[in-house]
């Protein structure tokens, strides 16, 4: 009895291990269970008659993968259960309905690599009527989604095409990291290889996306996090003219002054006499008067700006300095 449960333990966990990575090598699957090689043939072998498609993969790399079979495993799940479910997650990825992205995502990827063909057919068919679409644009496809999530999750390398927001057409070759939402969309933040530098990409924009298998080794994050650094990026893009514009010049260096603003340092510049210039643009003469209570308290600066916007700040100035002193 005793062998029983621990035999059935191990194939639960053997199962999990599946589950959780695209690809696992034969030998790395028997260290992290415990076992010697031929318990794992043997494991592998019940969770197929269970009917789990554990497809064996030849050659030096070799090892296993998670496929999915002609049915639904044995997750009691009935087929309008899982398809509802699956319905439900996608719904939650694409309107951001719950607070962890990447849980949500992750368990999207790995119900639907599961679902035979005609559930999978069906959960489209559906999910057609509950994804919504974007304000301005197509939605994001809640299998591309799925596809990075797990891509993140494994460290593995990706390809894909890209269109730019002008238009201009790319190959990149990344290290995707994390899937941020913002402004009512899906971003990837990724490594680009061919680049040597972060970049955010948008979703919808992505097709023809390829996993390469190749694992990467984890680089640090940009250090004012994944959430802050894609906001940067869409703000930049969305932007859009801004006929309000000026400089700061700050009294600081520029390594400190990216230090403090992080990625709003990007467009700053380092002065002959050691000072930091750093640009301001808006729409309005209240956007550069907010960019500046952003500099760091104690920081001596000149604001050059031309007329009329200096005699504008002047007077936004005074009015919210009397505005303050009123009791």
Same mark, same amino acid.
């Given at each position: ?7 059935? &333990?191990?194939?639960?966990?053997? $199962? ?59 997750? $009691? ?8 479910? &699956? ?7 694409? @309107? ?17 690599? !599961?679902? +035979? %063909? ?22 994001? %496809? ?5 596809? $990075? ?20 057409? %790319? ?7 994390? !899937?941020?939402?913002?402004? %009512? ?28 298998? &190749? ?34 010049? !700050? ?7 990216? @230090? ?8 700053? @510049?380092? $002065? ?6 750093? +640009? ?33 700040? !002047?007077?936004? &100035? ?10």
């Amino acid at each position: 009895m005793v062998v029983m449960a621990d035999t059935t &333990a191990r194939t639960l966990n053997l $199962l999990s291990l599946l589950q959780t990575h695209r690809h696992w090598g034969g030998a790395e699957l028997a260290r992290r269970l415990g076992i010697s090689d031929r318990t794992l043939r043997r494991d592998v072998e019940r969770l197929r008659e269970l009917g789990y498609r554990v497809d064996s993969v030849p050659g030096l790399d070799g090892g296993y993968r998670l496929e999915a079979g002609s049915a639904v495993p044995p997750l $009691l799940l009935t087929d309008e259960e899982a398809v509802a479910l &699956a319905i439900g997650l996608r719904a939650a990825a694409t @309107q951001r309905l719950v607070g962890g992205p990447d849980t949500t995502l992750a368990a999207l990827a790995k119900l639907e690599q !599961l679902l +035979p %063909s005609r559930l999978r057919r069906r959960v489209g068919a559906l999910g057609e009527f509950v994804q919504p679409t974007g304000p301005d644009g197509p939605s994001t %496809s809640p299998e591309v989604l799925g596809e $990075l999530a797990l891509a993140c999750r494994d460290q593995e390398r990706v390809r894909f095409a890209y269109t730019a927001a002008g238009g201009a057409e %790319s190959t990149r070759h990344a290290e995707p990291y994390a !899937l941020v939402p913002a402004e %009512s969309r899906w971003y990837l933040l990724a490594w680009d290889l061919d680049r040597a530098d972060w970049r955010t990409f948008r979703v919808d924009r992505l097709s023809a996306l390829f996993h390469t298998r &190749a694992a990467f080794a984890p680089r640090p994050l940009p250090p004012e996090g994944t959430a802050a650094f894609v906001a940067a990026a869409v703000h930049a893009v969305h932007a859009g003219p801004r006929p309000v514009t000026g400089r700061a010049v !700050l009294d600081m260096d520029l390594a400190s002054m990216r @230090q403090a603003f992080g990625p709003w340092a990007e467009t700053a @510049q380092e $002065l002959p006499d050691g000072r930091t210039a750093w +640009p301001l643009s808006g729409r309005r003469v209240q956007d550069v008067v907010f960019g500046l209570s952003w500099i760091p308290e104690g920081v001596r600066y000149v604001l050059e700006v031309p007329e009329p916007l200096r005699e504008q700040v !002047l007077e936004l &100035a005074d009015r919210l300095s009397a505005a303050a002193r009123r009791r």
